[in-house]
């Protein structure tokens, strides 16, 4: 049977939800503690007994948003054998990154709107757990290429940016009901690895790519 959470731990909690869905609506700027309140459903003054200002709020907020994903991913990762192959430790990182930012929507919701609004020093301390972040998934992709499974001259960098915004962009349009988060992540990983696949081709192929070289010309009088 899970634990019930502390009355002071459930009334922050709603906090932190009522933010999440305040900021992703109304952005950095239009967030009011008062409104965060509101939509918690709790007296204006008691926020305060959880946050400080918009600022702790704001960065508890982003905070959230990046730590559950991380954590998502690296239990995944944890999960596989030590002899997955990259394609299947790739689509593992890929379902659990989607599973992180349609759990916690409002978050993600709400890191897209605000991240750039924030002052600086929210900003730079956020940018640290998304460095962590980014860095586990270098390492995903690096094994894969040292491993043979992924081209030699793509670029990991590139291709690491390309896959988190992708990714980060499902909670855009994603809808339960549709297809699950299972089947969008295998397919995704579909996309992503058919374009890093190391090509191998073979013999016939390279043999029939072969110039042919023309035949020698028939001399005149050996043509009569």
């Not at 030590?82 to 599973?99: C, S, W, Y």
């Not at 043979?148 to 291709?159: F, H, I, P, V």
Request: proline fraction near 3%.
């Amino acid at each position: 049977m899970a634990k019930k959470l502390p009355k002071s731990a459930h009334s922050q909690q709603r906090v932190l939800d009522a933010a999440a869905k305040i900021f992703r609506d109304y952005g950095y700027a239009g967030t009011t503690m008062r409104a965060i309140a509101e939509e918690a459903d709790l007296q204006a003054g008691s926020i305060y007994y959880h946050y400080k200002s918009k600022d702790d709020l704001i960065g508890a907020v982003l905070d959230i948003g990046i730590t559950a994903v991380t954590d998502s991913v690296r239990q995944a990762m944890a999960s596989l054998p030590d002899d997955a192959d990259g394609f299947t430790r790739i689509e593992t990182a890929v379902r659990a990154h989607l599973t992180a930012i349609i759990e916690f929507g409002d978050y993600t919701l709400a890191t897209r709107r605000v991240f750039g609004q924030v002052p600086e020093a929210i900003r730079a301390k956020n940018l640290k757990l998304r460095d962590s972040y980014a860095a586990m998934w270098q390492q995903i992709l690096e094994g894969a290429q040292r491993n043979g499974e992924l081209r030699n001259d793509a670029s990991l960098t590139l291709a690491r940016l390309f896959i988190l915004g992708a990714l980060n962009w499902t909670v855009e349009w994603y809808k339960p009901g549709g297809r699950s988060i299972d089947q969008v992540a295998h397919e995704f990983a579909g996309l992503i690895t058919s374009g890093l696949r190391k090509q191998t081709v073979p013999t016939l192929a390279v043999e029939a790519a072969a110039p042919v070289r023309p035949r020698a010309a028939r001399s005149a009088r050996g043509s009569r």
